[in-house]
């Protein structure tokens, strides 16, 4: 018990420190727009967001009722969430560099190498759904062969 109450105060003087910093180093222009700019994440995330993952989810579940296309819905959802992550890290680099940042800061072209990482991930997804299928194929030829041979 000591130990718990030992962390939630380590925590909350975490939390203190974090909240004077930012008071001390952000104006209160910026102190005005933090709020709103959180309500806006907030309002983008839970309406824009989250309805559009279920409503692929929603899909890809109801296409992945037929026969063997478990091995199709991993590929795809494994697909689908590496571009989700990358998308979510490289977003932030995706805005600024659009606002005439100092290309001192941002000297790289981050769209275009967010698109040339985003179609390597499908590709690489494609490539593992086909070797993934033509296992399958390969094995379930052998079983039926055999099974033909009589062994």
Do not use: C
Not at 15 to 36: E, K, M, Q, S, Y
Not at 101 to 123: F, K, Q, S
Not at 139 to 147: C, I, T, V
């Amino acid at each position: 018990m000591k130990t718990r109450a030992a962390l939630a105060t380590i925590g909350v003087g975490f939390g203190l420190w974090g909240l004077w910093l930012l008071l001390t180093a952000v104006d209160n222009h910026g102190l005005i727009r933090l709020p709103i700019w959180l309500a806006g994440a907030v309002i983008a995330d839970d309406f824009i967001l989250v309805p559009l993952t279920l409503a692929v989810s929603w899909l890809l579940t109801r296409w992945s009722t037929g026969p063997d296309r478990h091995r199709t819905v991993a590929a795809v959802r494994t697909t689908l969430l590496s571009i989700g992550i990358t998308t979510l890290l490289a977003l932030p680099l995706l805005i600024r560099q659009g606002k005439g940042a100092n290309l001192t800061v941002l000297p790289r072209d981050y769209l275009r190498d967010w698109l040339l990482l985003e179609a390597t991930i499908i590709a690489a997804g494609v490539a593992a759904y086909v070797v993934q299928r033509s296992r399958f194929t390969l094995s379930r030829s052998r079983a039926s062969s055999g099974d033909i041979g009589g062994r």
